[in-house]
Structure formats: structure tokens, C-alpha cells
């Protein structure tokens, strides 16, 4: 049995992840944090991490807080010698690096997920195998109207699989650039952000050649599809020493 923490549930991820936990014969659901307060069941409700940590000794955490937080959550988490998943986003690269020395210096995993479905995942894979065939995609990625972030965590990972995979030939289409076309990524991949109320979470990448186009597509209906990969990570964040990025590097 592994105890679990888990941050910002009263977000809708943290409270649907919290219960997707508490129902697991091999996960223990020990302490919840959320600055507006949280209710599951018996489970002790703390306002801050630090808290939490005081009564609690939780041995895997999640990290589901506003993107405000989410680094310092980590931070604390990961210096306490707790392993953690880390699904909000909003973290940039000298974070993600801050964070790496934290966990390489207390000994324990660190996981950084910007999607947890594991359809997904997948289609980050097969997108960075395509590269190798086209010189021009996109992404469009769609989300609801509330989404802070843009783009999405998952669209600049799947532009950054694409233009760094090995034998990738993607370039940056030709001519000036216009701020209706989107963010480039790395100069070869260019992202298109939609928020509108009604989505969930959807992307589309589209490779472009020689009289065809290759459309590659997933669709979150629900948050319920992100919980898989919610709980592979939590299962196997305690079995690291190191930091993972994206939860394609634990599905082998």
C-alpha cells in the first residue's frame, strides 16, 4: 500500500484524481491540499503543503495546484524526500530543471506529465515517427474556455517530440511570419491554440506532402480518460531515482 497526497483538489482534476485513488486496493489516499479547502471522506484536509507534511507522511504526492503554485508545491514536496507527479502545468524549462536537482538531491522520482491520457501519449509517438517522412505539420490544440495556458503543455511537448526526433525532416513553412499563424516551436512545428466552452482537451496534428495530408487526432470527452495514466504514474514514481518528463517514458 502506497500513501498518496495529493494538492488542489478542489480543482477539477485534483478532486476527480482524489477519488479515483481512494477507490484503489493499492493506493491510500492520506492527506489533501487545497487553500479553499477540500472534503473526501476521512481523509485530513490541509490549507498548504507545508501543513500536510507535518502531520503526514505520505509517500508519492500529485501535484494538481494552480500553475501559481504548482513549482513551490514541488519544491517542497520533492525536499521533503517525496516522490512526486507533477500534472499542473505552467512550469518553463529553468523550472523543470530546479525541480530535476531537487529530487536528483533528496534520492526520489520525479515525474512531470503534461497529459495523462494515454491516447495522448500515443499520438505524441506516432507524431514524432511521422517527422521523419514530411517537412511541414501543425498542431492545433483545443481546450476549454477556462484553460490558462496557451498553448497547452501537451501541443509544445508534441512540437518539440516532432522537431527534435531522430531523422526528423520538419521545417518552418516558407515566407513572413503573422501573428494569426500561430506559435513555431523550435523553427519547424507551429501551434495553433483554441479556447472555446463545450471542449475538453483535443489535438490534431497535420503533416503536409506532396498531394495528401496526414491527419493525426485524439479527443478527451471526459476527465475520466486522464485517470490511467494518473494512477501509472503514481505506481511507478516510487520505483524512480530520476526525473521523467511525459508519460510515453513509462510506458515501456
Known amino acids: 500500500m502506497t500513501d498518496i497526497l495529493v494538492t488542489g483538489v478542489a480543482g477539477r482534476m485534483g478532486s476527480l484524481s482524489a477519488a479515483t485513488i481512494s477507490g484503489q486496493d493499492d493506493l491510500d489516499l492520506v492527506a489533501l491540499v487545497d487553500p479553499q479547502g477540500a472534503d473526501c471522506g476521512d481523509v485530513p484536509s490541509f490549507k498548504s503543503v507545508d501543513e500536510a507534511l507535518g502531520l503526514t507522511r505520505p509517500q508519492a504526492a500529485l501535484e494538481f495546484s494552480v500553475p501559481g503554485a504548482v513549482f513551490m508545491n514541488s519544491m517542497t514536496l520533492l525536499a521533503a524526500g517525496v516522490p512526486t507527479v507533477v500534472g499542473a502545468t505552467g512550469l518553463d524549462d529553468a523550472q523543470v530543471g530546479e ?104 489535438q490534431e496534428v497535420l503533416f503536409g506532402g506532396d498531394d495528401e495530408v496526414l491527419i493525426l487526432r485524439h479527443d478527451s470527452l471526459s476527465r475520466r480518460s486522464f485517470m490511467s495514466g494518473v494512477l501509472l504514474a503514481l505506481r511507478r514514481v516510487v520505483t524512480l531515482r530520476e526525473t521523467v518528463v511525459g508519460l510515453e517514458n513509462l510506458l515501456d
Open 99 to 202: 525541480l530535476s536537482a531537487a529530487a536528483a538531491s533528496s534520492g526520489v522520482g520525479l515525474v512531470i506529465v503534461p497529459n495523462f491520457a494515454l491516447g495522448a501519449v500515443l499520438l505524441m509517438r506516432f507524431a514524432a515517427e511521422a517527422a521523419r517522412y514530411y517537412e511541414h505539420a501543425e498542431v492545433i490544440e483545443m481546450h476549454e474556455k477556462a484553460k490558462v495556458d496557451a498553448p497547452s503543455g501537451t501541443a509544445l511537448r508534441t512540437a518539440r517530440l516532432m522537431a527534435t526526433a531522430p531523422g526528423s525532416t520538419l521545417r518552418a513553412p516558407p515566407g513572413p511570419g503573422s501573428p494569426s499563424r500561430g506559435l513555431t516551436v523550435d523553427g519547424a512545428v507551429t501551434i495553433h491554440s483554441v479556447r472555446l466552452p463545450g471542449l475538453v482537451a483535443h
